[in-house]
């Protein structure tokens, strides 16, 4: 995928698109991918970078959602399931199947979680990631030898899938542009056209890199932004009332001494009732989540100090070797879209399905659901799509549609495994050019060639683009990624063909915007 030939093929096509869609996270990516492979003409846009948004801010986990179950949402969890083994299917090189351990301190919770994880894998039916089962207190401590041993009873262990979601939507995105799909980022939408019937039949957006203005025709235009779907709902019907209950919830970054095995540890209960995960997550561990209901949506959410204290708090509660302040390598936040279904403040309580809006105009917004869904969501909203927009019936093919970088395996490429069929691609480049095998920071494994990748071949635009969501530095170790920022800046001018002066804005604006990754008082803060 290389960005000036998107944005010349924008230029050059004449016909007015089938679909256009406005937003390139999992939702709007997912539908270019379902819409194209229909064989569909079609335009994503996206404002920021693919993925900038809630997209590349998840929990990393491909997941039927063991708390949905005990909010008795059987057919919720039952689709999610469904669809885990789906995405495990079409995208074997990102997705790997994770054991939870549920620490038990009671008979009682022995049986309430036994019974509820054997619901869990009743339901995954085909696609079942492996039978949960119980463990005595000495099997757990050596599944999790940091979990607390005082009053713990014992265990049950299930099984769910771990991926990469800024990885596996940039795959997407490819996928899509195989199909035929153009995909452009760092476009924004600022205008919906209208023809005299008042119906939507195109969009104006905004080139970002040069500030050109476009105009293009389609003959639907979805809304999938995410979070931010209401202030595109608002460029249809300046009336149109909110529909998106914003929700944050973050993560903390830890060495991978807080989770020294291969299993997660899953608390289904916190004191103020939400589930918290701490996941061993490409070398380190990922603890999260909160839901802290927020009025104001920003593309770069800030946790909240509370949140953070809440995180370190609860994950104290489990952890023999309790993580503090200090031990914090990074911390992000994201949005979850929530759709508004009553008047309930608390968000936690909502219901996590998708919802197709189809407004007067024929906007059609698509929102809420979840990543592991995102393919379920694109065929609903396809469909409806197809039927207002009076295009030719054509059935969904994604259930089949294997995502770039799988097929043939990559695992004797060792830290390239993620890249799937293209890790080869990835070490030809290096064999051509040694130097970049070296590894962009001593902390972390990513390598010099990886970043030479990302401006070539998966449009990362900015030295953010490639430390955030090609690479996942500066969600994994923020100082280090800090610290790397000039020689990704000087690699990435020499590829994109920019001047000293790019160079040295990008660190600039690097710097800033991983400011947000750094706790106060945290390792990483002090090491800088
Ligand atoms: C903390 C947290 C943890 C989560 N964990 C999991 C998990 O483990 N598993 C799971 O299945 N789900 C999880 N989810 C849910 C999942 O991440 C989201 O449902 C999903 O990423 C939403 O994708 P989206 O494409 O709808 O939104 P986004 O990813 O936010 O994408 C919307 C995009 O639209 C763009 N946009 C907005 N306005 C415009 C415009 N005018 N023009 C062009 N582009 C525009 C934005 O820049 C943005 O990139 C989690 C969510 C949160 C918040």
Redesign the pocket.
Known sequence: MVRAEMLRRVKAHEKVWDFII????????GCAVDAASRGFDVLL????D??????S???????GGVRYLAQGNVALVRE?LRERGILFENAAHLVKIQSFVVPCYNLWQNFFYGAGLKTYDLLSGRFSFGKSKILSKKATLKKLPNLKSENLRGSIVYFDGQFD?ARLLINLATTAFEQGAIVLNY????ELTKNAQNKINGVK?RDSETNQEFCAKAKIVIN?????CD??RKLSDADAARIISA?????LVFDKSFLPAESALMIPKTSDGRVLFAIPWQGKTLI??TDTPIEKLE?EPKALDEEIEFVLATAGNYLAKPPNRADILSVF?????LVRKDKTKNTHALARDHTIEIDESNLLTI????????RRMAEDAIDKAIAKGNLSEKSCVTKDLLIHGSGAGAKNFEDLEMYGSDAEKLQKLIDEIPYLDEKIHPALPYRLAEVVWAARFEMARSVEDVLARRTRMLFLDARAAIESAPQVAEIMARELGKDKDWVNAQIREFNTIAQNYFVKNSTADERG
Not at 57 to 63: E, G, N, P
Not at 187 to 190: E, G, N, Q, S, T
């Open positions: 406005i937003g390139g996270g999992a939702t709007g990516v846009l996206e404002q920021n693919f993925g900038k948004g809630t997209s801010r998840s929990t990393k986990l491909v997941h999610a979601d476009a924004k939408v600022f957006f999938a932004a995410g979070a931010f202030s595109v929700s944050q919830g973050i993560h999260g989540t593309l936040a994201g949005i979850r879209p929102t809420g659901g979840k990543w592991t869904t995102y």
